[in-house]
């Protein structure tokens, strides 16, 4: 039997850890279990690798403020993401017409 799935499930929890702890900042797993009313031993079971429900995997994600979606991107996702949003942003700027009054 190949371990191949068992790694790869690592691989997000390892992701979606690290997405807490980033999001959580300076609060505790202990604060951040009060904000999404679930045990903190929920928190922990999660970041071992454990199941969890997805009712609270949904409640982690509201009180750390995003979708659950974000919990599974990567920093390089997410580098590029900002990437592309600024060249967005750019372009967008770049076709906006001038707003200056008086000239």
């Known amino acids: 039997m190949s371990t191949k799935p068992r790694d790869e499930i690592l691989r997000y929890v390892a ?4 997405n807490i702890k980033r999001l959580r900042g300076g609060m505790s797993e202990e604060e951040l279990a009060k904000r999404a009313h679930i045990a ?3 928190i922990q079971r999660l970041r071992a690798g454990e199941n969890i429900s997805l009712q609270n995997f949904i409640k982690i994600a509201e009180a750390l403020g995003v979708s659950p979606a974000d ?3 990567t920093d390089m996702d997410r580098g590029e993401i900002t990437y592309k ?7 967008v ?10 000239d």
């Open 71 to 73: 919990l599974f991107i």
């Open 93 to 102: 700027l770049k076709d906006k017409p001038n707003d200056k009054k008086g």
């Open 85 to 91: 949003h600024k060249l967005l942003m750019d372009m």
């Open 15 to 18: 992701v979606i850890s690290a």
């Open 40 to 42: 903190r031993g929920t």
